[in-house]
């Protein structure tokens, strides 16, 4: 039997409609040497590629996971996003915590109505920081076709609004990184809906 070793390992419960609280200490627990990486990768792919933490209003994080932290200022409106990847990307743990703690809402004011396609170009510059992640190798190919749904929704917002150089920029980029078929799909129809509606009437 393989030698067992103290790692920390995030311990996620529930699905992506809970609501997680990030506690002060983490926990440890002994697994298989072997399995050290097996653990890691469950935590990344939890939280990073399926993401299972919900937006900040809805999580509590450690302020120790900012300490000696890359937190670009370009990160935006995406910062609930990357906390989470700061949260588990040295393997650090997390509790999910069923009760419904807080309440949503998005009116005109919100930073979700308002900041339309600069959301998009903070996520893309996420998606891009994570592509440049040793760690997250096994993911790539999903994190790159994450991408390139950001770029077919930017691609859409221009050409919405006429920007059809602009839009067809974004929407060669969104189809050199998609991988998905279902997703390829989908924004070619909804391209070509978008085009008609705009061009021709």
């Not at 991988?179 to 129809?189: Q, V, Y």
């Amino acid at each position: 039997m393989a030698a067992g070793i103290p790692f920390r390992v995030t311990i996620m419960l529930g699905g992506n409609t809970g609501y997680f609280l990030m506690k002060e200490t983490t926990v440890t627990i002994v697994v298989p040497a072997y399995k050290r990486m097996q653990y890691l990768r469950a935590a990344l792919k939890s939280v990073v590629i399926d993401q299972t933490i919900p937006m900040v209003i809805a999580a509590v994080f450690r302020k120790s996971i900012l300490e000696g932290a890359e937190y670009p200022r370009r990160i935006g409106g995406s910062y609930d996003y990357w906390l989470a990847y700061l949260a588990v990307k040295d393997g650090q743990a997390c509790y999910y915590v069923p009760q419904r703690l807080t309440r949503y809402r998005a009116h005109q004011g919100s930073g979700t109505a308002s900041r339309g396609v600069r959301n998009l170009r903070d996520n893309v510059y996420v998606c891009r920081k994570l592509l440049a992640d040793t760690k997250l190798v096994p993911y790539r190919a999903s994190i790159r076709n994450g991408l390139g749904i950001l770029y077919g929704k930017m691609a859409l917002y221009y050409f919405e609004r006429r920007s059809f150089q602009r839009g067809r920029v974004l929407l060669n980029k969104a189809f050199s990184l998609l991988n998905h078929p279902k997703n390829i799909l989908t924004l070619a129809a909804n391209a070509v809906l978008v085009l008609c509606e705009k061009k021709f009437h």
